[in-house]
């Protein structure tokens, strides 16, 4: 017997291991979409996909919710799909491996898809409810968010008779999140020559940064592992000069990096010097991050001597310089919110190829004028080093609305179940509320979640009893519909 059949809401965990089982990575999703498709027709419920894989299933209002209008529920089928170094886990074919421990249930050695599988199971374990009270529902099934909101980018919204949204893809219990930043992400495209030297190689790898969601985790003071290498390379030179080969780092745009490496060519006398140089680096770089990111690494291994294919030195230049001074980490801080973000970057992704090298960083911001100029700011400083820049999957902010009768029934609800008040937030991060708030702006949207730790990372946790909680919560919310 699996061990999640003792958990409760017996219901929500028996979706959330049943999708555990379809692979659902970004631009993977499409046996997702038929999963559902065929819970919808075997449940006997009206449902429809589009050609981005979005899935609508509907379902009718229970008795005495007739007269109330038709309400969404909406969350994303698609994960972040991350893993630790050491882990075989196969993305496109292999079931996420579950393991319960304690309060928390988190996967081996991967993410969990806790983002956002938990906003699918509960919808499927509420349209599988036939004692639930609530109004018609519309549950919408978006594909792609993490990858640039694409699914609901791609959705019909006149398809949707319901303007009240409840949308499932925060992290945070108790929190009622009415607002969300504007994104868009930035490739930056530098060619690069080529030539070949003699010397010795060597690899080094950052390895070990806390990381986090380019949004919620951009402002803890935490270290990004491609920046990190960039500045590690640039002070090297000064002690041990080198021919580089090439650099990458991270997996993700939307989750700091983690780790990153570089593989370059020394002359064999600068050996010990470059093995000392990283230990005082690494040492140092600690001691400026001490509490917040101190416990990553850098290793150095070489190689012997021989012919290796390097880049020309304009080239490393070029890539050194766009690394060192590409925005990254918090811009500009809101100055009607306090505490809130308003725009930032994250340099989540570098590639060196034969003949390029390309950097994706994702420019978050409330204020979209500011995003583009941020955005701006990448496509200067990569035109200068002669590149070019690609600006894609722009989405709009979710701008807060004075006047939500959602927000104020789900804050009378939060009330009589917790005896206190929710905390009401905006908050740095993108969400398809932005989208559907685009798309039509007399949406009334709420967004919330149970406790998920280390979204983005194979740390991500779920914490069990948030989840009931949670699912308590929205299910009392829709029976407190009239």
Not at 104 to 110: E, F, I, P, S
Request: overall charge negative; charged content about 25%; aromatic content about 8%.
């Amino acid at each position: 017997m699996s061990e999640l059949n003792t958990l409760e809401p017996v219901n929500v965990f028996h979706y959330f291991e049943e999708i555990s089982k379809i692979p659902r990575g970004s631009g993977n999703t499409a046996a997702m979409t038929k999963y559902l498709m065929d819970f919808a027709a075997a449940k006997g419920l009206s449902a429809e996909s589009d050609e981005a894989g979005n899935v609508i299933i509907r379902k009718d209002a229970s008795a005495g919710y007739e007269e109330v209008p038709t309400v969404i529920l909406q969350g994303h089928v698609d994960m972040v799909c991350a893993k630790t170094p050491e882990s075989k886990h196969d993305f496109t074919t292999d079931p996420i491996s579950l393991i319960v421990e304690g309060d928390y249930l988190h996967a081996d050695g991967t993410t969990l898809g806790g983002d956002d599988g938990i906003a699918v199971a509960y919808m499927l374990a509420i349209l599988d409810d036939k004692a639930a009270a609530h109004p018609a529902l519309e549950c919408v099934f978006t594909t792609d968010e993490e990858t640039g909101l694409l699914g609901a980018n791609a959705l019909d919204f006149s398809k949707l008779k319901g303007r009240k949204l409840i949308n499932i893809d925060s992290e945070k219990e108790g929190v009622l999140t009415v607002g969300c930043a504007g994104g868009i992400r930035v490739d930056n495209v530098i060619p690069v020559g080529r030539a070949t030297v003699k010397g010795l190689p060597v690899l080094v790898e950052v390895r070990g940064l806390k990381s986090g969601h380019s949004g919620d985790a951009i402002d803890k003071g935490r270290l990004n592992a491609n920046k990190l290498l960039a500045r590690y390379l640039m002070e090297l030179d000064g002690v041990a000069p080198f021919s580089l080969v090439d650099v990458s780092g991270g997996d993700k745009d939307n989750a700091i990096p983690a780790f990153s490496r570089t593989h370059f060519v020394i002359d064999e006398d600068d050996l010990a010097a470059a093995r000392t140089f990283t230990e005082e680096f690494t040492a140092k770089v600690r001691r400026e991050y001490a509490k917040t990111d101190d416990t990553f690494t850098i290793t150095l291994e070489s190689g012997h001597t021989h012919k290796v294919t390097a880049l020309d030195a304009d080239s490393q230049e070029k890539i050194l310089l766009f690394l060192n001074q590409a925005p990254d980490g918090v811009f500009h801080m809101s100055g009607t919110t306090p505490g809130l973000v308003q725009t930032s970057s994250n340099l989540g992704i570098m590639r060196t190829g034969e003949k390029q090298f390309v950097a994706t960083s994702l420019v978050r911001s409330s204020v979209l004028t500011e995003r583009d100029f941020l955005a701006d700011k990448f496509e200067n400083l990569t035109s200068f080093l002669g590149g070019s820049v690609i600006k894609r999957s722009g989405y709009p902010a979710w701008e807060y609305k004075e006047d939500s009768d959602l927000r104020d029934l789900m804050i009378e609800v939060y009330r009589a179940i917790y005896e206190e008040d929710p905390k009401i937030t905006m908050i740095h991060g993108g969400l398809e509320c932005g989208i559907f708030y685009g798309k039509a702006n007399d949406i009334d949207a709420v967004s919330i979640g149970p406790d998920i730790i280390a979204i983005h990372t194979p740390d991500e946790k779920l914490s069990i009893s948030s989840v009931e909680r949670v699912f308590d919560f929205l299910l009392s919310v829709l029976a407190s519909m009239s």
